[in-house]
């Protein structure tokens, strides 16, 4: 069993920056590939990141490239997603998941929201 706790969301304004935290319990972060996902109000659930069990590879989605980068510390078992430049339309419930491909767990989420 796996379980994923996010914290970091907040209220920001566009411009600024976050810090996602995504703490993995249970099986270690070397066997599963985790992601992070967004929820906008009235929207579905878009993927936003992944990155691989090694954390040598990781993907984003178009709408985030250059501004958000994912990472993790194995020993905190911890993976993290850094957003900068914020915008209006990034805010939304933000998830981590595992497996990234098809998530069968899943966090409670952390809001954020970008406005002035």
Known sequence: QLQLVE??????QPG???RLSCVVSGLGLD??????FRQAPGKE????????????NTRYADSV????TVSKDN??????LQMNNLKPE????Y?????????????????VTVSS
């Open 65 to 68: 490239k250059g501004r958000f």
């Open 95 to 111: 998830y981590c998941g595992a497996p990234c491909s098809h998530p069968d767990y899943w966090g409670q989420g952390t809001q």
């Open 45 to 56: 659930r878009e993927g936003v990141s992944c990155i691989s069990n090694s954390g040598s």
């Open 7 to 12: 914290s970091g969301g907040g209220l920001v």
């Open 75 to 80: 020993a905190k078992n911890t993976v993290y």
């Open 31 to 36: 066997y599963y590939v985790i992601g992070w």
């Open 16 to 18: 600024g920056s976050l």
């Open 90 to 93: 990034d805010t939304g419930v």
